[in-house]
């Protein structure tokens, strides 16, 4: 139950595409959800991050699409750079106060020019 | 800020050497995690401390794996004795305690190779 779901494992997309990729999770109690951005050789860093009171949220080319009946959310890139290449991980945690994250596999996303 | 520090940045050692993983956290935060990262489990939390005190060790592995925060500066975990299998990058994170989840500074890692 307190598992994420991430699809796809790999994703290759042409510049300026829109990549989307997806979470699942059973847990209803969780009520965060970020994602994490992570480059070769480098730790994971904070990309955006959604509470289940919003349906979606948007910062600059990155936009959560949160549906809280369906427990699912989803990362969509807009206007997608070689820059974005890298793995995202989807993450969630449960409760205020809680700051144990449950991290998804992973998705290794590629943008290609 | 510098950010959390680990170190050493790259460990090779041989089955049933002891190895210790340092970390210290951002100024400040109070809230510590150690992952470990691989191709096939991806990033397993293993233990997280609050304001020094270990919070949940349920995804150590097995007693081979220790870890203990002495500080609020400072945080290690250990393996004793390392096998083959242990080989993975090592994160550890801190946040920020405040009421509600909050984003979670990762270091850079340690990549530890046991043969």
């Known amino acids: 139950q307190q598992q994420v779901k991430q699809s796809p494992q790999s994703l290759i997309v042409q510049k300026g595409g829109i990549p989307i990729i997806n979470c699942a999770y059973e847990n209803t109690a969780f009520d965060y959800f970020p994602w994490y951005q992570q480059f070769p050789g480098k730790g994971p860093a904070l990309l955006i991050a959604i509470r289940p009171d919003v349906s979606e949220k948007k910062e600059g080319r990155f936009t959560i699409s949160f549906n809280k009946s369906a427990k699912q959310f989803s990362l969509h890139i807009m206007d997608s750079q070689p820059g974005d290449s890298a793995t995202y991980f989807c993450?969630?945690?449960?409760?205020?106060?809680?700051?144990?994250?449950?991290f998804g596999k992973g998705t290794k996303l590629s943008v290609i020019p | 800020d510098a950010g959390v520090i680990q170190s050493p940045r790259h460990e090779v050692t041989e089955m049933g050497q002891e190895v210790t993983l340092r970390c210290k956290p951002i100024?400040?935060?109070?809230?510590l995690f150690w992952y470990r990262q691989t191709m096939m489990r991806g990033l397993e939390l293993l233990i997280y401390?609050?304001?020094?005190?270990?919070?949940?060790d349920s995804g150590m592995p097995e007693d081979r794996f220790s870890a203990k925060m002495p500080n609020a500066s400072f945080s290690t975990l250990k393996i004793q004795p390392s096998e083959p299998r242990d080989s993975a990058v090592y994160f550890c994170?801190?946040?920020?305690?405040?009421?509600?989840?909050?984003?979670?500074?990762f270091g850079p890692g340690t990549r530890l190779t046991v043969t």
């Open positions: 993450a969630a945690a449960a409760g205020a106060g809680s700051y144990q994250l449950t």
């Open positions: 401390f609050n304001n020094n005190v270990p919070i949940d």
């Open positions: 994170a801190s946040t920020e305690l405040a009421g509600t989840p909050r984003e979670q500074y």
């Open positions: 100024s400040g935060h109070n809230s």
